[in-house]
């Protein structure tokens, strides 16, 4: 179980400093005067209200919904006993640096949020 932990702690982490650097451009770009929800609108990116809506055992279809984007495969594990391991990497509308690192475990019904970080920066 420790494995496990001390993976999903990697996984995030290297999902946050993936997604900060190397986020897609969209067709939409919002203005530095525009307020963080007005950006929402306009670009894939995680406000703060979302990333509290979110929690554990959602699925990965459920978060895709709330996020309004699907997040950037990060990495992807098979663990012991079957199970597997997802990261997504997804942006926060407060900044460029930042970022959200999500886990989804599938445990054979289905991939569910299994923990998140995010770093605002």
């Not at 986020?23 to 990116?45: D, E, G, I, L, R």
Request: hydrophobic content about 40%; some cysteine; aromatic content about 6%.
């Amino acid at each position: 179980m420790r494995r496990i932990a001390a993976l999903l702690a990697a996984v995030l982490l290297t999902a946050l400093s993936l997604d900060a650097v190397s986020a897609p451009a969209t067709a939409h770009t919002a203005t530095a005067a525009q307020a963080p929800s007005a950006q929402a609108k306009n670009k894939a990116c995680v406000t703060r209200a979302e990333y509290k809506k979110v929690k554990k055992g959602m699925t990965k279809a459920k978060v895709a919904k709330i996020f309004c984007t699907k997040g950037k495969l990060s990495s992807k594990h098979n663990l012991p006993g079957g199970q597997k391991l997802e990261a997504r990497g997804y942006k926060v509308c407060t900044s460029k640096k930042g970022g959200v690192g999500i886990s989804f475990l599938n445990k054979g019904k289905g991939f569910k949020l299994e923990y998140k970080t995010v770093a605002w920066k």
